[in-house]
């Protein structure tokens, strides 16, 4: 609501004939999950478009966000995005499922016929977001090779699309 996205919903699903999911807590009693239909709904499920990921990743990575949100303060940004701890190549951010190279931070994924990247360079504090309908085939026949390959192709069309827009700037 802050960020005023209005092309950023989860889809209404049917609960009806949905088991409750528990999970352990460290007291030893069962915490009931809230209900979804996807393995990972809060990520494969959102439905969003490329301005309202671009406006979420602006508010929550640049250092002059034009709007800041309720509970996001700059050493939490900083916490979230892993500026805060030391960089080793290759890593991956624990906990938010991000990555990191250098200066940027962000995250892709695959699903069933879409393909997403949304990065952003904390040292030109500029980023980007890509959506493509298309994962290369990934999960219809599973091929590391492939699967390598699609993701340095998605990788190198970033790179220039960033480029190009830093030029626009």
């Known amino acids: ?40 709904y809060y990520a494969g499920m959102l439905h969003s478009s490329a301005r309202d990921l671009a406006t979420y990743l602006a508010a929550i990575a640049s250092e002059t966000p034009a709007q800041t949100l309720p509970g996001l303060s700059k050493v939490r940004r900083q916490q979230m995005l892993g500026w805060d701890q030391p960089y080793a190549p290759g890593q991956d951010f624990p906990g938010w499922f991000w990555q990191r190279s250098g200066d940027y931070v962000g995250h892709n994924g695959l699903f069933v016929g879409a393909s997403s990247m949304m990065y952003y360079n904390k040292a030109t504090e ?36 960033y480029r190009h827009g830093l030029q626009l700037d």
């Open 1 to 40: 609501a802050p960020l005023q996205l209005h092309n950023t919903f989860w889809p209404a699903q049917d609960f009806r004939n949905a088991a409750t999911l528990y999970l352990p807590t460290p007291e030893g009693e069962l915490m009931p999950l809230p209900r979804y239909a996807s393995s990972d």
């Open 126 to 161: 500029t980023g980007f977001v890509l959506l493509l309908n298309g994962d290369g085939q990934y999960w219809l026949a599973p091929d590391v090779t492939k699967s390598q390959a699609w993701q340095q192709a998605m990788l190198q069309m970033a790179a220039k699309l």
